[in-house]
Structures are given as structure tokens and as C-alpha cells.
């Protein structure tokens, strides 16, 4: 017996042949994988001669057991084609036997194969600028493209390529992009998630139709989510979304078509079933972005698009232009040159308003002094006559003060002006974009100077700091960003009392370390003396204050404070003393009364409600039911309420009817002690345990700092400028105490 050769040199020949492809012309190269039983992956490129034909020959030192021979484009990777659905045989290891050299038959290549090979994998390019929503370009942002799928109810998404936006926020992307995958291929490589949007969607068709109830839905896909609707113990029994289950999907689309409602706008939207599903075939990307900047925070995501923003079978090139949220740091550019150049100031906004919108400031109503949104007040509302608390940033506009190197602010409380209190100025900090380096941070303290709380102007700060800055040279290096770029001063109202100040801005040069040649700063325009006003209410919550025990504040619902406070004294069925904790029967016809106390000491007093909880997640506002009535207990007290209201509020007290008490004078309303009448039998419409929740709020806007970050809250919450109170009664659940039985028994007689 002859025995058969193991080492040496062996050779695979593979002749390919396309010559039967009409007016064949050799655009492109072949290449050819083989694949031994160890996973090792060889390759060879062949160029095609005139007339369709080449040969590749690949060389193994060890004799090849059994082989797969995949043939494809040249452009594809080894590992790519094996994903690939491409012409693909086996070699079995028997074909070998004594032979150093074995030659395949003629691989035929077919037109489908040869024209497809032609845009299976395609490099695409992406441009585009990111800015904010003022227009202004964002630098040194990461931007990543991602190609997105989704079935049913979850999305998954690949990353396909990332960028830094330069100086002017533009980017590009470059990538190759590969179609025509063994979905097993594709499957191994995407991750997936349950997807917020599809669910919404998805959730507005089935929801209205309970006989669709979807099975339990988890993290990751899988069909058996349809075994309610299908009623199938092969989906039931289906826990993954590997290839055996892809296989279903033609079938199992088939059966769920004839069961779910017709949904063309889950059709146009590409949603399974209602859409045909097979990515592994796409050959153009549909792309979605993500943006994070290293500003305030390092890898701040400041822009997370959704399926919702899909951007279908983009085209080659993709011009994009992304807008992204107000935690970017933008590059501040000028609308109107010359912007650095000017000797005046524009005091320009206060939490984010317009002075314009702060009474006694120009150009903003002469009343309420101090107060954000000033002027007439309409009924039924409560955003209106705010004063400031906490730390309010103060900014001016975008150009810096020319000739002035420092500056200082003095304030007036009607005792003539004055540096301001120890710690109300507060340092800050701006961002610049340094090339090479990214965003870096500039700090600007306040700091005594010849006797003078005063903090450095950015045109000083360039003429003696490092970078080269736009001011300095036609080739700077480094551009401040948005991030405090025009912040004024951070005032810490806390460093005063309560109450009304003007406030204005006085500049300085410096000489030798010394402050000289002092100046009010004018305001652009007509030139005048720089000022502006506000007004402060900051709340103080603390157990000394002077706060009834029977509030039984600080035990985690009601905040020892009374700016403001709030109390329910008590409540009442048909003139009868409920307790808390206490039950009573659901009667018809029976009357409820609730005392209740809602109170700003500081008159500053926004809105309030009173609801009822009950069940599971029930709950109504008792103070817009049919048969409601509100009054005051305190005479002249004003109420804010008028039938139909869902609250009382500062816009009714102003203007209230005439039963409801006398009208308060603007800007102050402290509330009252207030009685609600309302039928039992609405407040609570069935038996169980209910939760009275009264809720009281303050027109306070709150400002904060967090590290370099100065924001203000304008909205209406508990922490920042409200109060709350919670009163528990049983009704129609057990046998009434002792307490009232006779009421209640003669009542029920009756």
C-alpha cells in the first residue's frame, strides 16, 4: 500500500469562469476564501482576463483535509465573505487522496452574482455642520452615524462611523457599508433593545383591541411575545431570534396579517408585520446620529436621535445639518460685525428672560418693580408678577467692554449705592476651544483689588493669557464657546433680605496692580448710566420657623416652612368631625367639607389644589367637581378660586367675583383659610380608602449652580417653591367609630 503524502507543498487550483456573461468587460477583481476545519482563512485575488477566465491557486504546507471555497467581490474581507451569500462549495478530504495538486471544476460565474458583486460593499460619505439652535457652529464634537433596524417592537443599532467636529462644527464620515448577508451572519452581530417609539406606536393599534394582548415582552426579541394572539405552541415555545425563528417569520407574518388590525401608518413607519423584514439585504444604510461634547461635562450626549428621525436609504454624498440641545457649548459668532468692539453695555436677561420682560427694567412694564412678567394679569392663571431666589445668573449681551479690564457691581437698597454683600458675586468660569487640546476652562473669580470686589473683563483676559485669540491674530488658536460666555455676574440673592434692589455695573482700568479710571458703564443705545432691578423672596425651611406642631411638618411630606404653608384643619360629613385615620360611611346625599390653609408669608402665594387618591392610581381634583364651592373662613380672605377651576390662583384673586372676598392689589396674595363644599358622593364615588392631598405653591423662580452650570427653575415644585399636605380617611369600608353613630344611624333612617 502506497502511503499518501502529509507535508510538502500542496496547491488548491480554482479555475473561474464569466465568460457567459454578455458584453462582459473585467471591472472588478474576484476573490477567492477557502476555509480549512481549523477555521484558518486563505485568500487570493484573481483578475479576470478579456475573456471572462482566471485561475487562483492557493498553496497549503500540510495536506488540506476538507475545505469550503467561497467566491465573491475583492473588496469583501476573508471573514466578510464568509457572512456573505455568495457562491460557496465544499471540498471534501477524500478528493485529495495521493495528489499534491488538486484542480476544482470551472467555478461558473453567474450575471446575478457578477453585477450584484458590483455594489455588495460601497464606501459612503457623510458631511455635515452641527450647531445650536441659534445657528452657532459646535467644535470638538464626537458625532457617530449609525445604521438602524427595527423589528416589532425593538430597534438595534450599528455603528457605522464617528467624527470631531472641527473649529465651524463640521464633520465627515467616510464608511464602507456590505449587503447581501446569511441572516445568521447578520444576527450574531447586532444587539437589540426595546425600543420606546415602536412600543407608542405599536401601543395606539393593539391597545384599543384587548382581545390582542401581546404575551410577555422582554429586553430582547423573540416570537413568542405573539402566543396570546396565535395561540401557536411552536411560538410558544420560542425563547430566541436566531435563524431556525427568521425562518418563521414569512409564515408567521402570514398568520398575524389575518388577525391584526389593517395599519397603514405601521406600514409606512416599516414595522413588522406590517412591513416585509429582511435588513440583512439592505444595501443602503438608513442612518441615525448620536452627539456628545466634552463641555460642562465630559461626553455630554447633546444629541440621541430615535427611530423617529430615520433617514431612509441616504444618498452618496449625505449632506446632514444637526441642531442640538442647550447642553452643547457653541462657538459664539458674530451676527452683525463688529461685535468685540464697543464701549457700552446691554444688560440683557435674568434666568434666562429678557429684562424686558422684568418690571421697572426699559423697556418692560413700569409694575410690578423687580418681578418677571410684569403687567396686567389674566384670570385663571399663575405665571405671572415672579420674584428671584437662589443664584441667578445675570447675563449681558455677546461683545465685551472696550477700554475696561475690570468691573465691579454696587447695588441700592434706597439707602444709596453700595459694593455688594460679601459672597453675592460669584465666581465663574467660561470655556474656550483650544486647537489641538479641545475645550479648556478659563476662570474668572471675583477678587479685591485696590479695596474694589471686582472680576476680569475676557478682552484683559486675552491680552494676558497664552492662546492666541480671533482679537489678537487672523490665525488664533483658541475661541471661547458659549458656556458663560456672556455672563454678567452670578448674583447669590441669598446675601440679602427679602425685597426690591437696583443694581448696576461700574468699570475699571488697571495700572501697575491698581485699579484707576473708574466708569458707570453706558448702555448702548441712548448712552445713559447702566442699571437694572429686581426683586428677592427666598424661602426659609427650617424646623424653628415658626410653624404650628399640628402641621407635623418634616416627616418627609410637609416642609417645615411657611412660604408657603399648608394644612388641612379638618373635614366634615354632614357637620360631623372626620379624623384622620377615621371612617365614615358613604352616604347619598350627604355633604363633605374640608377646612383647609394655604399661606405665603411673604403674599407671594402662586396657585394651590386639593385632590383625592384612592384604589389603584385613582385619583380627581375635588375643586372642579359639578357641585363644588369654595369660600373663605377668614373674612376679606380672597379664595383665587371661581367655579370650574381646577385651581385657586393668583389670576382669579386679582380679579375675583364677588362672593369670593376682596380683590388683592398686585403683586401680593397670601392665601387664606379656605372651606370646600362639595357633595360626598362626588368627592368619593366609591367605598374605599382615600388620601385628601392639598398642594400650595409660591411664584418664585429658583436659580442654582451646579460646578460651572447656572440655571433657574421656572416651574412649580415642592423642593424649590412649594408645600404639601396629605389628610387619610376611610369611607364606606368598616363600621364608623363611636363618634357620630347617631348622625350617621339617623341619617341612613332618613
Same mark, same amino acid.
Given at each position: ?22 458584453? *462582459? ?30 485561475? &487562483? ?18 473588496? &469583501?474581507? /476573508? ?35 457578477? *453585477? ?116 401557536? /405552541? ?14 418563521? %417569520?414569512?409564515?408567521?407574518? &402570514? ?162 449705592? $453700595? ?8 465666581? *465663574? ?66 446675601? *440679602? ?45 427650617? $424646623? ?37 385615620? $377615621? ?63 381646577? /385651581? ?34 362626588? $368627592? ?7 388620601? %385628601? ?58
Amino acid at each position: 500500500m502506497v502511503k499518501e503524502q502529509e507535508c510538502g507543498r500542496f496547491e488548491l487550483v480554482v479555475p473561474l469562469d464569466a465568460s457567459g456573461i454578455d458584453n *462582459f468587460k473585467p471591472e472588478q477583481d474576484v476573490k477567492v476564501v477557502v476555509k480549512d476545519v481549523e477555521g484558518i482563512l486563505r485568500s487570493q485575488n484573481v483578475s479576470l482576463d478579456k475573456g471572462g477566465r482566471g485561475t &487562483a491557486t492557493l498553496e497549503f504546507t500540510d495536506k488540506p483535509g476538507s475545505l469550503v471555497v467561497f467566491v465573491g467581490p475583492a473588496d &469583501a474581507s /476573508e471573514e466578510e465573505m464568509i457572512g456573505l451569500q455568495t457562491l460557496t462549495f465544499e471540498i471534501p478530504k477524500r478528493l485529495w487522496a495521493d495528489k499534491p495538486i488538486l484542480e476544482f471544476s470551472p467555478v461558473i460565474i453567474h450575471p446575478y452574482y457578477w *453585477f450584484w458583486w458590483l455594489h455588495w460593499c460601497r464606501s459612503f460619505t457623510i458631511r455635515g455642520k452641527i450647531t445650536c439652535a441659534n445657528g452657532n457652529p459646535v467644535p470638538g464634537a464626537e458625532v457617530c452615524a449609525y445604521d438602524v433596524d427595527w423589528w416589532f417592537l425593538w430597534s438595534s443599532k450599528q455603528q457605522v462611523g464617528c467624527a470631531t467636529t472641527d473649529i465651524n462644527g463640521l464633520f465627515e464620515i467616510t464608511f464602507r457599508w456590505c449587503c447581501g448577508w446569511w441572516p445568521w451572519w447578520w444576527l450574531q452581530r447586532r444587539t437589540w433593545q426595546l425600543d420606546d417609539v415602536l412600543s407608542e406606536h405599536i401601543g395606539k393599534v393593539l391597545n384599543p383591541r384587548p382581545e390582542l394582548m401581546l404575551s410577555q415582552i422582554d429586553n430582547q426579541p423573540g416570537l413568542a411575545v405573539f402566543d396570546k394572539i396565535l395561540g401557536n /405552541e411552536e411560538v410558544r415555545k420560542t425563547s430566541s431570534f436566531k435563524t431556525p425563528e427568521i425562518n418563521r %417569520l414569512p409564515n408567521l407574518r &402570514a398568520q398575524l396579517l389575518k388577525r391584526l388590525p389593517a395599519a397603514p401608518e405601521l406600514e409606512a413607519q416599516r414595522i413588522w408585520p406590517w412591513y416585509h423584514w429582511s435588513p440583512w439585504q439592505d444595501c443602503t444604510p438608513d442612518i441615525i446620529f448620536k452627539v456628545s461634547q466634552d463641555c460642562e461635562v465630559d461626553g455630554k450626549v447633546i444629541l440621541d436621535e430615535t427611530i423617529s428621525d430615520t433617514r431612509w436609504n441616504i444618498s452618496n454624498p449625505l449632506d446632514v445639518s444637526l441642531i442640538v440641545n442647550g447642553d452643547a457649548c457653541c462657538r459664539p459668532v458674530c451676527q452683525n460685525p463688529p461685535c468685540d468692539e464697543r464701549d457700552c453695555l446691554i444688560i440683557d436677561s435674568v434666568c434666562g428672560s429678557p429684562f424686558t420682560q422684568v418690571g421697572g427694567n426699559p423697556g418692560a412694564p413700569a409694575t410690578p418693580v423687580g418681578y418677571l412678567n410684569p403687567g396686567p394679569v389674566m384670570a385663571n392663571t399663575h405665571n405671572y408678577h415672579r420674584p428671584f431666589a437662589g443664584i441667578i445668573p445675570i447675563v449681558k449681551d455677546v461683545t465685551d467692554l472696550t477700554g475696561v479690564d475690570y468691573y465691579e457691581i454696587e447695588f441700592d437698597d434706597g439707602s444709596g449705592w $453700595a459694593p455688594l454683600p460679601s459672597g453675592a458675586a460669584v465666581d *465663574f468660569k467660561r470655556r474656550y476651544w483650544k486647537a489641538g487640546t479641545g475645550a479648556q476652562l478659563a476662570s474668572f473669580p471675583f477678587i479685591d483689588i485696590s479695596g474694589h470686589n471686582v472680576v476680569e473683563t475676557r478682552r484683559h483676559y486675552e491680552s494676558h493669557h497664552t492662546p492666541t485669540w480671533p482679537n489678537e491674530s487672523v490665525l488664533p488658536d483658541a475661541w471661547w464657546l458659549s458656556a458663560n460666555y456672556s455672563m454678567l455676574v452670578p448674583i447669590n440673592t441669598r446675601k *440679602f433680605n427679602d425685597g426690591t434692589y437696583r443694581f448696576r455695573v461700574v468699570g475699571w482700568q488697571e495700572s501697575s496692580g491698581s485699579l484707576v479710571n473708574s466708569v458707570i458703564v453706558p448702555l448702548c443705545g441712548d448712552k445713559t448710566e447702566n442699571e437694572f432691578v429686581l426683586t428677592f423672596d427666598n424661602r426659609v425651611t427650617n $424646623a424653628l420657623v415658626s410653624h404650628a406642631a399640628s402641621h407635623n411638618c418634616g416627616q418627609g411630606v410637609h416642609l417645615c416652612t411657611s412660604e408657603p404653608d399648608t394644612h388641612i384643619k379638618a373635614v366634615r360629613v354632614d357637620g360631623v368631625l372626620v379624623n384622620p385615620c $377615621a371612617t365614615v360611611e358613604l352616604m347619598p346625599g350627604a355633604t363633605l367639607e374640608i377646612d383647609f390653609i394655604v399661606h405665603d408669608s411673604d403674599r407671594h402665594l402662586a396657585y394651590y389644589t386639593l385632590s383625592a387618591s384612592w384604589g389603584l392610581n385613582q385619583s380627581q381634583n375635588l375643586l372642579n367637581l359639578p357641585g363644588a364651592v369654595m369660600s373663605p373662613i377668614s373674612a376679606g380672605a380672597q379664595t383665587g378660586w371661581a367655579p370650574g377651576q381646577a /385651581e385657586g390662583n393668583y389670576g382669579t384673586a386679582l380679579s375675583p367675583a364677588p362672593f369670593q372676598g376682596a380683590a388683592v392689589i398686585a403683586p401680593y396674595w397670601e392665601g387664606g383659610e379656605y372651606r370646600l363644599t362639595v357633595p360626598m358622593s362626588q $368627592a368619593f364615588p366609591e367605598p374605599c380608602c382615600y388620601q %385628601l392631598e392639598l398642594w400650595a405653591f409660591k411664584r418664585t423662580i429658583v436659580g442654582s449652580q451646579s460646578g460651572n452650570v447656572f440655571r433657574c427653575d421656572h416651574g412649580f415644585h415642592v423642593g424649590s417653591n412649594g408645600n404639601k399636605t396629605e389628610y387619610s380617611i376611610g369611607v364606606g369600608v368598616c363600621p364608623s367609630p363611636t363618634k357620630g353613630v347617631e348622625l350617621i344611624s339617623e341619617h341612613s333612617t332618613k
